[in-house]
Every structure is written in structure tokens, then in C-alpha cells.
């Protein structure tokens, strides 16, 4: 007994890969970095923050979803990215205090 459906080992063995959304926090503020993250062989993108502390967070939303849709297609692209307002904006991590770290590696 495998424990999986046998149609999604079938699916994996023929593409090589799981069908599987990466859930990562950061760095995903814009069209562009969506559509980046599905050239790159993702199966979906998780937004969050990245919309909702953006200027206009419909409009990006929306944008972004296009964005995922028409990864492969630079004039969508291009039309999704303009007059969204302001991105979120990023922070430094040496801006960041010891006190609102949730984790202390790396650096």
C-alpha cells in the first residue's frame, strides 16, 4: 500500500516534482517578483504582507494574480506593474532591534 493516490505518484514520477505551493516569508512586494518566483518552477505564490502594506493593496493584488497567470509574457507583465503606487516598503536587517527578531542566525 503506497498511502498516496496512485494518479498523483504517477503525476510526480512523470514531472519530476511535487505539486507543491512554497510557503516563504518576504520578499514578494511586487508583479515582478511573483512572476519570478514561477519562472523558477514554483507552482504558486503566497503574498502577504507584500500586498497588504502596500499602497493601493486591491490593485496590487490583482496584479499580482495576472502577474502569476501571464508569468512567461513581458508586455502583461509590464501593463500589471504600472500605477500601482508604492511597494512595501523593505527594511534593513540591521535596522531591525534584537527585541523584534524571531530568530538569530545567519548574520
Do not use: C
Amino acid at each position: 500500500e503506497m498511502g498516496a493516490p496512485f494518479e498523483l505518484v504517477r503525476w510526480v514520477a512523470e514531472h519530476g516534482r511535487l505539486p507543491v505551493v512554497n510557503f516563504s516569508a518576504g520578499g514578494i512586494a511586487t508583479p515582478a517578483d511573483a512572476a519570478m518566483m514561477m519562472q523558477l518552477g514554483a507552482d504558486g505564490v503566497f503574498v502577504g504582507s507584500g500586498i497588504f502594506k502596500s499602497e493601493d493593496p486591491a490593485a496590487r493584488a490583482r496584479a499580482i494574480v495576472r502577474a502569476t497567470t501571464h508569468y512567461n509574457d513581458p508586455e502583461v507583465l509590464a501593463e500589471v506593474s504600472r500605477g500601482l503606487g508604492r511597494a512595501m516598503p523593505g527594511r534593513e536587517i540591521s535596522e531591525i532591534g534584537p527585541e523584534n527578531l524571531i530568530q538569530f542566525r545567519g548574520w
